[in-house]
């Protein structure tokens, strides 16, 4: 370093702030991305958490005509593989309202 001109130690200083301030500029960047991705999937876990669009079961109505799981066509008459198969259906059912909410929240389409 003692053999660079005053001139070339400038450039030399020049590029270094040139490059941290590049540096920096593309973190805070990076920041902001990461920043509207934690409020985009924050914003879908709150509108599955809050379960609005939830399929509406009429527990009532539902235990009168059947469980709509097929239970009834599946002719189970012991009681633990109906409770068994019902626990699965809707289960399964469940998992997929909650894809589906998440996948649509994460489009933007909720």
Known sequence: ???LTRAELIAELRTIVHG???????MLEADADVRVERDRLRDALQLIASGEDAPDLE?????????H????DRDLRDRYDGADFGY??????????AR???????????
């Open 1 to 3: 370093m003692a053999d």
């Open 20 to 26: 941290v301030a590049d540096q920096a500029a593309a």
């Open 59 to 67: 527990v009532e109505g539902d235990a009168r005509s059947g469980l």
């Open 69 to 72: 799981c097929g239970v009834e």
């Open 88 to 97: 699965t259906v809707g289960a399964e059912k469940t998992l997929e309202w």
């Open 100 to 110: 589906n909410e998440a996948n649509a929240a994460l489009k933007g389409e909720a």
